[in-house]
């Protein structure tokens, strides 16, 4: 974040002999992670067979949050993990109320809905919205939508996504554990910061299969195959998926303006983060995708951090030659940064998790 710093948490681990990880693999990040945070990993599954907690996740559109909290089920085990989207809630609730079932959620909404709309204007303020806007509903139907993902999810740690999505639910986000009603869980934010250029660069050069329509990015995340276009002189990828049969992947229409299609998106997320971010009495867990060029040798170990690939043909033996080198970005301060995987900061977020507990 411009003007802001999110402290590095060293996940450099000298002891690992020179053994390097290839994070893609699930067997291999099972043992990277049990390596470098195996002990505090035990104590979170601990926790959590008897526990609960309540995390809101904050950052700006395609910071990964998914992928954050997705890895962090598979090393601590899923079945006492949630990942509750408000933007998946809300459309689920649409669809269901126009397939035409209506009974249970209107039965919800008149035990425990409180706000301004009637419970039909709410039912309809759900059945009418874009499907692509939450501003459009009222927050007190949001969170009554949220209450009810809540009772069905049942005893499990829950990652709240995408709430609050405006600058007037910030005060609902500090008191949303009890206006849920919910459990005496602890509850703390989880906010990330991802470098502008990350995202721009990762919008911009997106691929996707025409068939299955998988992204990629021929710089930052390639297929296994790449090809090479000898009478346009492009190189371009090939979908990994067998069903495909080998299709090109295209470029996505509209992504050559990178992160300025979504402008208004980002500054209001970012303005969020900054107000929440001088919160008191609210743990927070800062967590950040990058680290400056500069500080990776000491604090990283080199297989953390995102690579860059480049291609070139060899006209000999007629194949592509892929290169690989540290990827640099300049981050939000204008800084040369390296972008990290998503295991290191699963790593910094599980060190941090433990001390917030108190484990």
Same mark, same amino acid.
């Given at each position: ?179 849920? #009603? +919910?459990?005496? %869980?602890?509850?703390? @934010?989880?906010? =990330? ?7 721009? /660069? &990762? $919008? ?22 790449? #090809? +090479?276009?000898? %009478?346009?002189?492009? @190189?371009?990828? =090939? ?7 080998? /299709? &090109? $992947? ?110």
């Amino acid at each position: 974040m411009k003007g802001f710093e999110f402290p590095i948490v060293k996940t450099k681990f000298t002891q690992a002999n020179g053994r390097k990880f290839s994070l893609d693999s699930p067997a291999e990040r099972k043992e990277y992670f049990q390596l470098k945070a195996g002990a505090e990993i035990e104590k979170l599954k601990k926790f959590l067979e008897k526990n609960t907690f309540v995390a809101i996740l904050l950052g700006k559109k395609n910071s990964g949050k998914g992928t954050y909290i997705k890895l962090f089920s598979e090393i601590v085990g899923g079945d006492h993990v949630a990942h509750l989207s408000i933007g998946d809630t809300v459309r689920a609730a649409h669809k269901e109320l126009e397939s035409g079932n209506y009974a249970d959620l209107t039965e919800f909404l008149k035990r425990r809905y409180r706000g301004f709309l009637s419970v039909e204007k709410a039912l309809e303020a759900i059945t009418g919205r874009d499907t692509k806007t939450l501003a459009l509903l009222p927050t007190e139907v949001i969170l009554a939508l949220i209450e009810r993902q809540i009772d069905k999810i049942g005893k499990k740690a829950i990652f709240i996504d995408g709430f609050p999505r405006e600058l007037d639910q910030i005060s609902y986000s500090i008191f949303l554990r009890a206006i849920m #009603g +919910y459990r005496d %869980d602890p509850d703390f @934010f989880v906010m =990330i910061d991802l470098p502008e250029s990350i995202i721009d /660069a &990762r $919008m911009r050069g997106r691929v996707i299969c025409p068939k299955c329509q998988v992204p990629r990015h021929p710089k930052v995340l390639k297929t296994n195959a790449v #090809g +090479y276009d000898q %009478d346009t002189k492009e @190189f371009y990828l =090939i979908c990994d998926n067998p069903e495909c049969g080998g /299709a &090109r $992947m295209v470029y996505k229409e509209g992504d050559d303006q990178g992160i300025e299609a979504m402008r208004e998106r980002i500054d209001k997320d970012d303005k969020i983060m900054r107000t929440l971010l001088e919160l008191q009495g609210v743990p927070k867990i800062l967590l950040r995708n990058s680290i400056p060029v500069s500080e990776a040798q000491a604090s990283v170990d080199d297989y953390e951090i995102t690579p860059a690939y480049s291609y070139e043909w060899d006209e000999a033996n007629k194949k592509v030659i892929v290169k690989t080198d540290p990827w640099v970005v300049n981050d939000d301060n204008g800084i040369p940064s390296h972008s990290l995987l998503p295991a290191p900061v699963v790593l910094a977020f599980i060190k941090q998790m433990t001390a917030v507990l108190g484990l």
